[in-house]
């Protein structure tokens, strides 16, 4: 009999009967409003001690598939009293890839009980910030949060998650936290693009971006240094104009054309023009435009960044896609499966890039 009451405290035998009375809600096998049996009757019904019957319902209770009402008994809650809140934290909703992450978060939300608020900044570190730290278990279950790429964020999440918010992160990764991460493949992304430029022939290669001091753009730089070296260049011997980032929000691609102008002054003899983001090379675009140059026939371009407008350009533009949609879908089932109890070890999962190539590097062996 005591082996037996101990075997029936682990945690996994609870998780299985509040698992087995979830799953009876959620299917309306127990309908809103429905008395639940006694606790002995449950106990009974399912084979378990009192004990445990008792602490599965408190926990459905707690997180309010159930309500106790003193002396009349426990009750099925209404659907939209038991849904769960999850917050997607974005930096901004004006881009396309914000798009595809919050489609793919709403696909991988797929069993219908939760309900997504989303809470996006204007552009601003700080105010994306303020809205990581004010994360409130009172208010959300869990978070899909899409921090940016700074030191500073490792705290503000260790922060919501003492407080007793789970969360998974998308297209950052931080090596000194413990979370689990979907982003691109950024070192693929740097070998990608200069494998296309190199194999066609490419050595004079400009190159118009920033320098982040995060961990995915220097991996993006030494996926494209490996496949110089083995073409006897080295990244820092490009011609460059960086620290490219766009102050005029209605404007993003300006400090891209301004860079592509000194660029194209300073290194007239370049073959080839890489834009590190869509918004870089959306600006090296109308600057060519201005000078007449014609992408693909009189200098090639190519982007570390996909968007739809680089497709309708014309002429199109390669670029590197990468899997932003995914990043939501993944990060979304990942969420819930936390949120249902699973234990498994955080990782940082690393998502392939696509190469589209519509035809802007041109062959000059």
Request: a neutral charge; one cysteine or more.
């Amino acid at each position: 009999m005591l082996n037996e009451m101990k075997s029936e405290s682990l945690p996994p035998l609870v998780k299985r009967i509040e698992g087995d009375l979830k799953a009876k809600i959620l299917s309306g096998k127990l309908s809103p409003g429905e008395r639940l049996p006694s606790m002995r009757k449950i106990s009974e019904q399912l084979q378990v001690s009192l004990g445990i019957a008792k602490q599965a319902v408190n926990t459905l209770t707690n997180q309010g598939y159930v309500r106790a009402e003193r002396g009349r008994g426990v009750f099925v809650e209404h659907p939209w009293v038991y849904r769960r809140n999850i917050a997607l934290v974005l930096p901004n909703l004006d881009s396309e890839q914000m798009s595809d992450i919050l489609r793919g978060a709403k696909l991988g939300m797929d069993n219908g009980s939760a309900r997504m608020i989303v809470q996006a900044a204007d552009y601003d570190f700080n105010e994306e910030a303020d809205l990581i730290q004010g994360l409130n278990p009172s208010f959300v279950s869990g978070a899909i949060v899409y921090p940016a790429p700074l030191k500073s964020e490792i705290e503000k999440l260790r922060q919501i998650r003492r407080r007793g918010v789970p969360f998974v992160l998308v297209n950052t990764a931080f090596e000194t936290l413990e979370a689990n991460s979907f982003t691109t493949d950024t070192f693929a992304i740097g070998r990608l693009t200069f494998e296309h430029l190199v194999s066609r022939g490419h050595r004079k290669i400009g190159v118009i971006g920033n320098t982040a001091n995060s961990l995915s753009s220097r991996e993006r730089l030494e996926g494209a240094n490996e496949v110089l070296v083995e073409v006897g260049l080295h990244w820092r011997d490009l011609p460059k104009v960086m620290d490219m980032v766009s102050q005029d929000r209605s404007q993003p691609w300006a400090e891209g054309q301004k860079a592509a102008e000194i660029l194209l002054k300073d290194h007239a003899d370049i073959t080839a023009i890489v834009g590190m983001n869509e918004n870089i090379t959306a600006g090296v675009l109308r600057a060519l435009q201005l000078r007449g140059i014609t992408p693909g026939e009189d200098i090639s371009v190519m982007s570390m960044s996909d968007m739809r407008m680089l497709d309708a350009w014309i002429p199109p533009i390669t670029a590197i896609r990468q899997p932003f949609e995914e990043m939501g879908t993944r990060a979304a089932h990942c969420l819930q499966r936390l949120l249902a109890g699973e234990e498994f070890p955080p990782a940082w999962t690393r998502l392939a890039p696509k190469l589209i190539d519509r035809g802007s590097v041109k062959d000059i062996r």
